[in-house]
DNA sequence: GCCTTGACTGATCGCACGATCAGCGAGAGG
DNA sequence: CCTCTCGCTGATCGTGCGATCAGTCAAGGC
């Protein structure tokens, strides 16, 4: 093992391109950051991230799955508690797919708001890689959560439970992103604010919504 | 005025210009949309785009505000109608702000549903020219639908409005950007759908989120 | 018939990009 | 003391980028 100091958890040139890759992904798109950007920021020689990750893509990759993973798991792990004790709520099952989202969005040290602008990015981009790579990452844990909120939801089919837990992610992510429009739209009443603010407004709406969709579903044509 | 053929509403080079623009832009960002790919899917010499539209910045935005005067008129133009006529519901609110979307993004001649994405990559981008482009095109438009919103649910604070009306429209762009996930997480029970479909369900997941809000505020701590 | 106007083009500029590679230097193993 | 490993670097490669510019060509006014 590399040696250079010593044991715990030391933040290593590698850890340091990831955050810096992910600031600069984030602000400015895939294309828009280059590499040499990034390798400035963490402050490393260009050739650095290559003998690391190879590729840029390999790079966006690492970060990306860096994030994802941690935060999956705490939300399938809240998940699995919860189904263990009982039938959980839709509010339960909402905030076990959220708190750690946007705890995480609060946490500087674990990527803060800057991630939820790269997953809204990356999942609208073009169908290469970038998509796979949305789908490898979130997949397994949606369809959890989407077969969670069915069973707590009685009335909810499955196209309209699918649909709803995307909405509900949408919501989530254009709460997170930090676009400052909700604070320039409400002249300064929509501030930001500590996660338990944050968090139940988004239960509150998402919950309401789900509930609605599962009492009145659309017209299925 | 030009002549080069007849009088009414002919496609000229410099629509097909945006029209390309608008889709490569969609599909790889601001960043990875190049002029010369932008020309060869016009059909134009490269030269032809700064001739019209001077830098790429330009391009960009005369191909963003084109669909979103277009758009916003519309919702506005509802929104007027239903003032005029009473206090209109939360859904009849809701219905003017999305349906203009979604008709759109069900309308290929109209960008189909490409620019929701761009809207989603636009205003997450970092501080710069494209969070000014966002705001000078949907600002107004959205203080006027936030004070509807109060209008028709007392309970709903400034804040509160705000933010739901960013959750209705980051449910509604999740719900048109083709990510094709939706269709994949619900094994295809949830297919592209018509416009009404789409809509209603969104109607119902908003309005109900925007209830709850009002009756039931989050802590204000 | 000529000249102006304006949409449009091909060639080319300098620049920044992602990627590669030979080499440096400190620490571990013998 | 030698040597091998490995994280790391500076220099450099070829490519594609946004932008520019002199020129072409048809239509319209005089």
Redesign the interface.
Known sequence: MAGHTAGTAKATAKEDILDAAEALFA??????ASMRAIAEAAGVAQALLHYHYKTKEGLFEAMFTRRSGAINRIRLARLDVMLARGRPTVEDIVEALLRPTIEAGHDPSRGGSRF??LI??T?????DWQ?GL??RSY?SM??RF?AALMGALPGL???????????????????M?P????D????G??RDE?T??ML???V??????????AT??????
């Not at 676009?179 to 909700?182: V, Y």
């Not at 009145?216 to 044509?221: F, G, I, M, N, Y």
């Open positions: 602000a400015r798109g895939f294309e828009g939820a602008s809204l990015a999942s609208t981009a073009e169908g998509k949305v789908a997949d949606a369809e989407i089919g499955r196209a309209e439970a699918t649909w709803g837990y995307l909405f509900v992610v949408g919501a989530a992510l254009t709460q992103a676009t400052g429009r909700a320039r739209l409400s002249g009443a929509a500590d338990d603010a139940s407004r988004a509150i709406f998402a919950a309401a919504g789900l509930k609605a969709l009145a579903p659309p017209d299925d044509h």
